[in-house]
């Protein structure tokens, strides 16, 4: 049974910074492509980042410059280094992992950033 189980969210003040993991288990993590999206209130969820298999990564351009992806193959778990923090990124942060036609999904993990 695969699981993607996300932590480190939280509140924090705009300017901040936070880092979400996703550990994944029962799936051979080392193959799969992963993702961060997010889903503010009223809104459809968006790609955040993404990373390869091999370590490629890509940003929507909301991000860029502010927000890092990276993963480690021998503890099954990607992250997301968030800094500058900005109100507008407060939302639900979803990790999926994809291989072949499969997707899974993480349950979410709660980032808002206010004052």
């Known amino acids: 049974q695969v699981q993607l189980v996300e932590s480190g969210g939280g509140l924090v003040q705009p300017g901040g910074s936070l880092r979400l993991s996703c550990a994944a288990s029962?799936?051979?993590?080392?193959?799969?492509?992963m993702g961060w999206y997010r889903q503010a209130p009223g809104k459809q969820r968006e790609l955040v980042a993404d990373i390869t298999s091999s370590g490629d990564t890509n940003y929507a351009d909301s991000v860029k410059g502010r927000f890092s992806m990276s993963r480690d193959n021998a503890k099954n778990t990607v992250y997301l280094q968030m800094n500058s923090l900005k109100p507008e990124d407060t939302a639900v942060y979803y990790c999926k992992g994809s291989w072949w036609r499969f997707d899974y999904w993480g349950q979410g993990a709660q980032v808002t950033v206010s004052s």
């Open positions: 029962g799936v051979s993590f080392s193959s799969l492509s």
